[in-house]
């Protein structure tokens, strides 16, 4: 009968340290919803002056062809907060993350799930999505040129 109660007692502790450590909703929950969405993925950071408050919970396709993420961040935003989505390195292809400006502190709180729509969120834009806005010849010049200083002159 001990061995029972003591076994009892061990399971219930494991699940109360797991809830503790897994479970519950804490933090604040809003949608941010952008053009699009930069390659964010559930599991991304939500920051704040390079310091993270948060992640990415969900990425959705909206029925008006925009993007909402899902955030949960630690403390609650204020009006007048603005979103955009940021990349750490060009060179990362996963380093994706949100950066948040918040809003003034004397400003109103946004409720849980407030949502932030595109006049509020910025999309990044890709190296070549800027390459793409100039003509054929441009964009030869431009690698030619780009290449060119990559020479090394001293041959």
Do not use: W
């Not at 897994?22 to 604040?28: E, L, T, V, Y």
């Not at 949960?72 to 993350?97: N, Q």
């Not at 799930?113 to 910025?122: I, V």
Request: aromatic share 6%; net charge negative; hydrophobic share 40%.
């Amino acid at each position: 009968m001990l061995r029972v109660v003591t076994l009892g007692v061990l399971v219930c502790a494991i699940v109360f340290v797991a809830s503790l450590i897994f479970g519950g909703d804490s933090g604040h929950k809003y949608t941010l919803k952008f053009q699009t969405a930069g390659s964010i993925v559930p599991g991304n950071l939500v920051m704040v002056g390079g310091h993270p408050i948060g992640k990415v919970n969900s990425v959705d396709l909206t029925d008006d062809n925009l993007v909402a993420t899902v955030v949960t961040v630690d403390e609650p935003l204020h009006e007048e907060t603005t979103a955009i989505v940021r990349k750490s390195s060009l060179s990362s292809v996963a380093g994706h993350y949100i950066s948040i400006t918040p809003g003034p502190d004397n400003a109103p709180e946004l409720e849980d799930s407030a949502t932030l729509d595109e006049s509020q969120t910025t999309s990044a834009v890709e190296l070549d999505q800027f390459f793409d806005i100039f003509d054929k010849s441009t964009r030869k010049g431009t690698s030619n040129t780009i290449q060119g200083r990559g020479v090394d002159l001293r041959r």
